[in-house]
């Protein structure tokens, strides 16, 4: 193969691959908006968090997993609420989880959370949402509890954020209304 072919090839594949690109480009900027893009959920420091600095058994592991898993909830099933174009902005002030931990009923029992009805989740937040054009349509704090928790029946018993995501949908009802689009009913 001669250099002077070699050269035209590359050429040829920069100029398609310029192409692909641009039509990418075109076609991202047609799409409607990702649900993480419509909805942003954020929080301050874990270590604030009632969750976290109440935690009377001092786990040196203080993982926010669960606070990432509500994030990607929240973001899901308030995607589906909103009209287009609209933008959902939610910031964790506090949270506290159902349950609590017992230490009194020995070192085996350190890592087991207690889901009694003297225990109820909490949240509290603050969101802003705005229409399409950036303008504020509404905004506030909101105290989320559930102090009948455990007296209300449950689709999926086994997740255990099934307490706080339940409140979630419920504030999300009586925020938003009902869904705009279908979402999957999996916690």
Request: no cysteine; glycine share 4%.
């Amino acid at each position: 193969m001669n250099p002077d072919s070699t050269k035209h090839i590359t050429l040829g594949a920069a100029l398609t691959a310029m192409l692909i690109a641009a039509s990418a480009l075109h076609a991202a900027e047609a799409a409607p908006s990702s649900p993480a893009q419509r909805v942003q959920v954020s929080w301050g420091d874990p270590a604030q968090l009632s969750e976290v600095k109440d935690n009377v058994t001092r786990r040196p592991d203080k993982s926010v997993a669960w606070l990432k898993d509500l994030q990607k909830y929240l973001v899901r099933r308030a995607d589906a609420r909103l009209p287009e174009g609209y933008h959902l902005d939610v910031r964790f002030n506090d949270i506290k989880l159902a349950g609590s931990f017992e230490p009194w009923r020995g070192p085996a029992m350190d890592n087991v959370r207690i889901v009694k009805d003297i225990y109820p989740p909490r949240i509290d937040l603050s969101f802003t949402l705005a229409d399409a054009n950036g303008r504020v349509i509404d905004s506030g704090d909101r105290k989320l509890r559930d102090i009948a928790f455990m007296s209300r029946g449950m689709v999926n018993d086994s997740d255990p954020l099934r307490y706080e995501k339940r409140m979630l949908d419920d504030w999300l009802s009586r925020e938003f209304g009902e869904r705009k689009t279908p979402v999957a009913d999996a916690r």
